[in-house]
């Protein structure tokens, strides 16, 4: 998938709202980070797709598929 649809698929509100989903559910935690044993908030932890867009489109919305990270993670 080109980049650009990427890019299209993570302007959807679904995605804005499922994102926000994600971020409330993990408390604002990094997953590397309490693995770690670390507990460090943060209100500018990102969620990521685990399997890449472009590899599987269909994972946009899968909480199987999403896990939050920190910057540094």
Not at 8 to 17: D, E, G, I, K, Q
Request: hydrophobic fraction near 30%.
């Amino acid at each position: 998938m080109p980049k650009t649809n990427e890019q299209a698929l993570r302007r959807r509100t679904s995605w804005t709202n499922k994102s926000r989903e994600i971020r409330e559910r993990s408390l604002y935690l990094c997953a590397v980070c309490q693995d770690q044993g670390i507990a460090r908030a943060d209100d500018d932890i990102e969620v990521h797709h685990i399997t890449k867009l472009k590899d599987d489109p269909s994972g946009l919305l899968r909480d199987d598929n999403l896990i939050c990270l920190c910057v540094f993670h």
